[in-house]
């Protein structure tokens, strides 16, 4: 399934910046940066359910914002895109 993550981690401090840099490095790990702080994540329901808990355990919870939106499997048709940074398919194959 798709799952669109978005964050707004509070930057003011020190701390702030290195949960910010934390939150991106994970999303990193499970799926693509389409925006500043919004991924697009194809997993299923078990990474989907581990992933919220590690982001939710960097955040502090009266600072951020953690948004999940979950697509589901048929995403292709519910996505439009215009514009620049154009992403790539994370089903396709893998070309080096």
Do not use: W
């Not at 697009?40 to 955040?59: G, R």
């Amino acid at each position: 399934m798709l799952v669109l993550i978005t964050y707004d981690v509070n930057t003011e401090d020190a701390e702030g910046r290195t949960r910010l840099r934390k939150v991106a490095k994970q999303c990193l790990n499970y799926g693509q940066r389409v925006q500043n702080s919004v991924f697009e994540c194809v997993m299923d329901a078990a990474t989907s359910v581990k992933v919220q808990k590690l982001l939710v355990d960097i955040i502090d919870k009266d600072k951020d914002s953690l948004r999940f939106y979950f697509l589901g499997n048929n995403y292709e048709g519910k996505i439009v895109h215009v514009g620049t940074k154009a992403s790539f398919d994370v089903n396709g194959p893998l070309v080096f």
